[in-house]
T-cell receptor
Framework: AQSVAQPEDQVNVAEGNPLTVKCTYS??????LFWYVQYPNRGLQFLLK??????LVKGSYGFEAEFNKSQTSFHLKKPSALVSDSALYFCAVRDASGTYKYIFGTGTRLKVLA | DGGITQSPKYLFRKEGQNVTLSCEQN?????MYWYRQDPGQGLRLIYY???????QKGDIAEGYSVSREKKESFPLTVTSAQKNPTAFYLCASSGQVLGNTIYFGEGSWLTVV
């Protein structure tokens, strides 16, 4: 069965420092991986995805993610955090078993401290 | 503008009432989804539909019902059988291809009064 894990409920980082939000996955077959951000009382906004190709994926708002097949990880990164990056972040994988389902992680709250 | 429109943004339900949340998309997506999110928590799948006139139960379908009569529309009814309906409800849609992105609406808050 497909699954994703976000091992940290919360990540704190100082403004201007690099940030990493972790995600590991378990899939049968090729992984289709996604990152989303959610601000309070809003829907999820798409940041980036990995389908195939380059292991470093660049996305919106300066975010990037590194796909690591041997470690089954897809960590979200940003070189320099902003206070406005404080939000809830979700990792997701597309179920490749024939359904149209997406499996979401439990979310990681990012707090960027001024 | 292309996207997913959910309405209303805020809805109040009295005990014993059924309420319906609207979701419309103009992205020409085949698949549509309803998720429930409790405060500070993750997403739980209620129902999803891969094609018109077909839908499947997700992880927490009890007390909810849906219909998919048009490709653009996927309304969710929260019935009186759902004993704890207060939550944030998110509608989403995606294409068929495996690499397609799932896109979300802005959500609807349902509160029991």
């Amino acid at each position: 069965a497909q699954s994703v894990a976000q091992p940290e409920d919360q990540v704190n980082v100082a403004e201007g420092n690099p940030l990493t939000v972790k995600c590991t996955y378990s899939v049968s077959g090729n992984p289709y991986l996604f990152w989303y951000v959610q601000y309070p009382n809003r829907g999820l906004q798409f940041l980036l995805k990995y389908i195939t190709g380059d292991n470093l994926v660049k996305g919106s708002y300066g975010f990037e993610a590194e796909f690591n097949k041997s470690q089954t990880s897809f960590h979200l990164k940003k070189p320099s955090a902003l206070v406005s990056d404080s939000a809830l972040y979700f990792c997701a994988v597309r179920d490749a078993s024939g359904t149209y389902k997406y499996i979401f992680g439990t979310g990681t709250r990012l707090k960027v401290l001024a | 503008d292309g996207g997913i429109t959910q309405s209303p943004k805020y809805l109040f339900r009295k005990e014993g009432q059924n309420v319906t949340l609207s979701c419309e998309q103009n992205l020409n997506h085949d698949a549509m989804y309803w998720y429930r999110q409790d405060p500070g928590q993750g997403l739980r799948l209620i129902y999803y539909s891969q094609i018109v006139n077909d839908f499947q139960k997700g992880d927490i379908a009890e007390g909810y019902s849906v219909s998919r009569e048009k490709k653009e529309s996927f309304p969710l009814t929260v019935t009186s059988a759902q004993k704890n309906p207060t939550a944030f409800y998110l509608c989403a849609s995606s294409g068929q291809v495996l690499g397609n992105t799932i896109y979300f609406g802005e959500g609807s808050w349902l509160t029991v009064v």
